[in-house]
């Protein structure tokens, strides 16, 4: 592909989160984050027979793991599809539906 006239640049988003370690122990540092789109990815858990995808993210200062949101019906079942660990690069959609404001 050729790029006849650049467009707008992409800034992609980020999201402030604080390291909890919310569905990984709890054993977060507290620390305040400003967690980017490439940050994010989808994990999963099981339990029974179910399996449950979970948006997380890995803190860079202590290393520990929280889990921000579920993904939408729709984003888990592309990433089922696609393999359970795929960067959600530029997909706000994926946390749109159950992400909570941030104060
Ligand atoms: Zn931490």
Same mark, same amino acid.
């Given at each position: 592909?050729?790029?006849?006239?650049? +467009?707008?640049?992409?800034?992609?988003?980020? &999201?402030?989160?604080?390291?909890? +370690?919310? %569905?990984?122990?709890?054993? %977060?540092?507290?620390?305040?984050?400003?967690?980017?789109?490439?940050?994010?990815?989808?994990? @999963?858990? @099981?339990?029974?027979?179910?399996?449950?995808?979970?948006?997380?993210?890995?803190?860079?200062?202590? %290393?520990?793991?929280?889990? &921000? $949101?579920?993904?939408?019906?729709?984003?888990?079942?592309?990433?089922?599809?696609? +393999?359970? @660990?795929?960067?959600?690069? +530029?997909?706000?959609?994926?946390? $749109?539906?159950?992400?909570?404001?941030?104060?």
């Amino acid at each position: 592909m050729k790029i006849l006239k650049p +467009g707008r640049p992409q800034t992609g988003y980020s &999201i402030k989160c604080t390291c909890t +370690g919310a %569905g990984n122990g709890n054993g %977060g540092c507290g620390a305040k984050l400003l967690v980017e789109a490439a940050d994010l990815y989808l994990t @999963h858990s @099981h339990c029974r027979d179910e399996t449950d995808g979970y948006v997380t993210f890995k803190c860079s200062a202590c %290393g520990v793991l929280t889990d &921000i $949101a579920k993904p939408t019906a729709a984003a888990w079942e592309a990433a089922r599809k696609n +393999g359970l @660990h795929p960067a959600v690069h +530029g997909r706000p959609d994926l946390l $749109a539906a159950t992400q909570e404001p941030t104060p």
